[in-house]
């Protein structure tokens, strides 16, 4: 049986637990991986969502498409992620995910687990689980100088055509990004001041790794990729935008969506550091605005 798995939205970063699991649910299968996002497949996206979804989502549905047209797959396998983190549920349209999937492609099977560690739910043996990541990002590099902070949800700091290129372009700058890599089984960030945490697992870690780098490293700017359509988003860049204006730490934020050009983010990236030059170089931080 031939298994596909979409590489995108919630599902990135996941591609070695799915080796894991997948021959221990499905046996004799060969899983099929949709690969890095094209404009091909968000072409697919497009053309087959609604205009309500995020523009991740959009994509996710063009990873389906592809490997429905380009690989004939017999199957799609798509765990339920309702909780990944202790504590937490995931965004809704990520535990709805299946459920879209399954309402526009009725002629394929659908394999479905659930993971929820709200009810200790999984969907491996205890023995496999144990000491294992459910995903797997590289972590950020911190370097003792000139770090910029870019905060995103995981599948759009990984995704090069979704943020175009960004991490790319700071490093072109002279600057080193650093990152949240989260979705962790065992997350070591803790330092929220908020009054109550975020019902959210990437919400909780994006705003903890915020809070943890901006007190245990040297930022020089805060970048926070908010993706069109994502209520999530809509609420954390808020905080976090008001946080760094209170502390006087430079912060942009770049709205991503499907019309994006890469040359008008990096514009206005290479802008924004120049800002931050001006600011270390001639000592107006009193002078020069703490926002893009």
């Known amino acids: 049986m031939k298994v596909g798995?979409?590489?995108?939205?919630?599902?990135?970063?996941?591609?070695n637990f799915f080796i894991r699991v997948i021959p221990e649910v499905l046996e004799d299968s060969q899983i099929i991986f949709s690969g890095k996002t094209t404009k091909e497949i968000v072409e697919y996206g497009l053309k087959n969502?609604?205009?309500?979804?995020?523009?991740?989502?959009?994509i996710?549905?063009?990873?389906?498409?592809?490997?429905?047209?380009?690989?004939?797959?017999?199957?799609?396998?798509?765990?339920?992620?309702?909780?990944?983190?202790?504590?937490?549920y995931s965004c809704p349209k990520i535990i709805g995910i299946p459920d879209i999937i399954k309402s526009n492609y009725h002629g394929i099977e659908l394999v479905v687990p659930e993971i929820n560690l709200r009810k200790k739910r999984k969907i491996m043996s205890e023995e496999s689980m144990k000491n294992k990541q459910l995903f797997d990002f590289p972590m950020a590099k911190i370097a003792k100088t000139k770090n910029i902070m870019v905060l995103a949800h995981s599948y759009v700091?990984?995704?090069?055509?979704?943020?175009?290129?960004i991490l790319e372009t700071i490093k072109n700058a002279g600057y080193n990004p650093i990152y949240p890599a989260y979705y962790r089984f065992n997350s070591f960030y803790n330092s929220s001041d908020l009054p109550k945490e975020f019902f959210?697992?990437?919400?909780?870690?994006?705003?903890?790794?915020?809070?943890?780098?901006?007190?245990?490293?040297?930022?020089?700017?805060?970048?926070?990729?908010?993706?069109?359509?994502?209520?999530?988003?809509?609420?954390?860049?808020?905080?976090?935008?008001?946080k760094c204006n209170k502390i006087g730490l430079p912060y942009l934020c770049i709205t991503v969506d499907e019309h994006c050009a890469g040359v008008g983010i990096q514009t206005r990236i290479e802008a924004y550091l120049d800002m931050i030059e001006w600011r270390s170089n001639r000592d107006e931080k009193s002078c020069l605005p703490a926002h893009g």
């Open 200 to 242: 959210w697992s990437s919400a909780r870690d994006i705003y903890n790794y915020f809070e943890w780098a901006r007190n245990s490293t040297d930022v020089d700017g805060v970048i926070y990729l908010m993706t069109f359509g994502c209520g999530i988003d809509s609420i954390l860049q808020e905080l976090i935008m008001r």
């Open 60 to 88: 996710f549905i063009g990873h389906v498409e592809y490997l429905i047209r380009q690989n004939q797959v017999d199957a799609l396998f798509l765990p339920r992620l309702v909780s990944v983190l202790p504590g937490t």
């Open 5 to 15: 798995v979409p590489n995108s939205f919630c599902y990135a970063g996941m591609e």
């Open 49 to 58: 969502s609604c205009d309500e979804l995020c523009i991740p989502v959009k």
């Open 157 to 165: 700091i990984f995704d090069e055509f979704l943020n175009k290129g």
